[in-house]
C-alpha cells in the first residue's frame, strides 16, 4: 500500500502541476499572466487581464485536474483518492516547471472537495458566493469557506476527508497570509480590481 499512496501523490503532483492560468493566457495572447497583479497563476489573477471567460476556464480546469486526480486514483482503492487529491492540491501550490511557485490552491482545493464529498462542496460554493457578494474580497470568501469546510466534513463525512482538508486549510491560509495582512489593512484589491 506505501508503493501505492507513493505512485497516488506523485501522480496527483503532476497532474496538479499543470498551470492552466499560464498556459490559457498565453495562449491567448495576453503574455505571462505572473507578470501582472499579484503573479499568481490562477483565476482570480487570470481575471485582473480583464477577460471573464479565460478566469472561468482557469477556475475550471484548476477544479477538474484536483477532481480528475481523486476519480482515477480513486478507482483503484478509495483510500488513493485521498492521497492522490493531496498530491493534485501540492502540485498546483508548488509546480516543479514554475520553480515551485503556482497558485494559492482554491480552486485545486475544491475540485478535490467536489469528489470527495460533493455535498460540501455546494457548502463551500455557498459560502464562498455569500461572503464574496457582502465583501467583494476573493481571499476573505475563501478563507472562510477553508474554515467551514473541515467543519462540515467532520459532521457529514469520515474522519479521514476531515482531516485531509483541516491540512489543506490550514496551507490554504498559509498562502494567504499576505492577502491577511492586505485585509487586515484595508489595502487587499476586491474582485474585479486591476492592480
Known amino acids: 500500500m ?17 498551470p492552466f492560468g499560464l498556459l490559457i493566457t498565453r495562449a491567448a495572447g495576453l503574455g505571462d499572466v505572473r507578470n501582472i497583479g499579484s503573479g499568481n497563476i490562477g483565476a482570480t489573477n487570470v481575471l485582473r487581464t480583464g477577460n471573464k471567460g479565460l478566469a472561468a476556464a482557469t477556475l475550471l480546469l484548476d477544479a477538474l485536474k484536483g477532481t480528475a486526480a481523486v476519480l482515477i486514483a480513486g478507482y483503484f482503492a478509495p483510500e488513493l483518492g485521498l492521497w492522490a487529491g493531496l498530491g493534485a492540491f501540492l502540485g498546483h501550490l508548488f509546480p516543479v516547471w514554475l520553480g515551485f511557485k503556482g497558485g494559492k490552491g482554491v480552486a485545486t482545493y475544491l475540485g478535490v472537495l467536489i469528489a470527495l464529498a460533493w455535498q460540501v462542496a455546494l457548502i463551500f460554493a455557498l459560502v464562498w458566493l455569500a461572503m464574496a457578494l457582502l465583501f467583494r474580497y476573493s481571499s476573505l470568501a475563501a478563507l472562510t469557506a477553508a474554515i ?4 462540515a466534513l467532520y459532521v457529514f463525512s469520515t474522519p479521514e476527508i476531515a482531516g485531509l482538508f483541516a491540512l489543506m486549510s490550514l496551507i490554504v491560509f498559509v498562502k494567504h497570509r499576505a492577502n491577511i495582512t492586505r485585509l487586515l489593512a484595508g489595502a487587499e484589491n476586491k474582485i474585479g480590481a486591476k492592480e
Not at 506523485?10 to 502541476?17: D, R
Request: proline letters at 5%; glycine letters at 14%.
Open 2 to 18: 506505501a508503493y501505492g499512496i507513493v505512485l497516488a501523490l506523485v501522480f496527483g503532483y503532476l497532474l496538479g502541476s499543470i
Open 148 to 151: 467551514v469546510v473541515p467543519i
